[in-house]
């Protein structure tokens, strides 16, 4: 049986490696995802995208079919926050595009989340991704073996909030290894010094989600896109962050 603290698992060397792997190889679609947006592109056209890349890589995507979700990757655009669908939406300039993609490698689970403003984005939606983008290397520089799991909530949030932006509350980061979804949940808000101790081989996806208005959020007809309550814009960053003996190590970055 796997060694587990607080029903978190810990992930052996070996594990690591291929959590390492599937994160490099999903990097790079990611990267080449985002270098391919261009004004009067269909968020469909994104997903048949991410379709190829994968396949062309030989690994899984991991969001099609989980728990019913119809497409690759998640296309989330403006004051849609999560979950975005991707269909017949046209790209837009000054629009805020933000892609969630995640891979399964050999049996393991990579997830990571960029968002990318299209063209002359106007200041607020500048310093939006420029915050958003920051707090979860805030949140990350926690993730750490002695920290507490709220020390990267509170890392986030004290990082946005200081920024005049909001943290969303309704949904959160993860553990991640086998499965998509693990324990614990990673929210981006509360008080430090919380929750379970940090410990070496623990991998968790931190995902921030910021609004520029207000947290609040609504779940679309679909039943998947999150919107802002207030129609503001919203954005995404997430990476996969394996705790290691030096510290934290992003696993979805540039392999080898």
Not at 72 to 95: L, R, T
Not at 150 to 160: L, P
Not at 199 to 206: D, H, K, L
């Amino acid at each position: 049986m796997e060694p587990r603290h607080h029903n978190i698992t810990i992930k052996t060397p070996r594990e690591i490696e291929l959590l390492r792997q599937a994160g490099g190889i999903l990097f790079s679609i990611i990267t080449e995802l985002t270098g391919s947006l261009k004004i009067g592109m269909t968020t469909a056209q994104i997903d048949a995208l991410a379709e190829g890349l994968m396949a062309a890589r030989h690994v899984i995507p991991a969001f099609k079919g989980y728990r019913g979700y119809p497409a690759c990757v998640c296309v989330s655009v403006n004051q849609e926050v999560v979950h975005g669908i991707p269909g017949a939406k046209v790209i837009q300039e000054h629009d805020i595009v933000s892609i969630d993609a995640g891979v399964i490698h050999e049996g393991y689970y990579a997830d990571t989340a960029v968002s990318v403003g299209i063209g002359a984005i106007d200041e607020e939606r500048r310093h939006l991704l420029e915050v958003t983008r920051e707090s979860l290397h805030q949140g990350i520089a926690q993730a750490r073996a002695g920290n507490h799991l709220s020390d990267i909530s509170h890392a986030v949030q004290a990082h946005v909030e200081a920024n005049g932006f909001s943290v969303v509350r309704d949904f959160v980061g993860h553990g991640i290894g086998k499965s998509l979804h693990e324990e614990p949940e990673i929210p981006n808000f509360g008080v430090p010094h919380q929750g379970p101790a940090l410990e070496e081989g623990m991998v968790f996806a931190i995902e921030p989600m910021v609004n520029a208005g207000s947290y609040k959020t609504k779940i679309m007809d679909n039943g998947w896109t999150v919107e802002t309550m207030d129609g503001k814009p919203s954005a995404h960053f997430e990476h996969t962050v394996a705790i290691t003996a030096s510290g934290p190590q992003i696993l979805t970055q540039a392999y080898g």
